[in-house]
């Protein structure tokens, strides 16, 4: 059954890690630049954010469950319980707080799109927070990836 934990927990790594930086760094980039549409690229982006904000909230869950029964009462001393908990509050942050802001704020601009409105400035103020969270997100998912290569190898 162990093993089967320890399977379960490197993918959850890889699946949170991945999905992030396949959604934030590839996926998103290719819409902006393909499709003629900012508005349809921002929608299908940001969809996609939200299910990956899901994926975190899985693995990074599974994650401290794992650690905190891996390792009792030490895990309080683990690096990277510390990390998958800072990690996991990001996602909460912003698949709870940054996510149904911007959303708010794109439906008391209807019938116009946000940008085209007097809404654009906080719109694009909260939207700069969230893609900076996402980046520090992903540099603690590379951390955490590193760190478990290092207990693994």
Do not use: N
């Not at 059954?1 to 992030?20: E, K, N, P, Q, Y």
């Not at 719109?123 to 207990?151: C, D, E, K, N, P």
Request: aromatic share 10%.
């Amino acid at each position: 059954m162990r093993r089967i934990a320890d399977f379960v927990a490197v993918l959850s790594i890889t699946a949170w890690a991945g999905s992030m930086w396949t959604i934030g760094f590839l996926v998103a980039p290719v819409l902006f630049s393909t499709l003629g549409d900012r508005v349809l690229a921002g929608a299908i982006a940001g969809r996609m954010f939200h299910l990956g904000g899901w994926v975190g909230l899985a693995c990074g869950g599974y994650l401290l469950a794992y650690q905190g029964v891996s390792a009792g009462l030490r895990v309080w001393r683990s690096k990277t319980f510390w990390l998958v908990l800072i990690l996991l509050l990001c996602v909460v942050a912003s698949q709870f707080g940054i996510q149904p802001l911007l959303a708010q704020l794109k439906a008391e601009a209807l019938p116009r799109e946000v940008m085209q409105s007097v809404l654009r400035d906080r719109f694009a103020t909260w939207h700069g927070i969230s893609s900076g969270l996402y980046v520090v997100q992903s540099l603690l998912a590379l951390v955490l990836v590193l760190l478990s290569q290092r207990s693994v190898g």
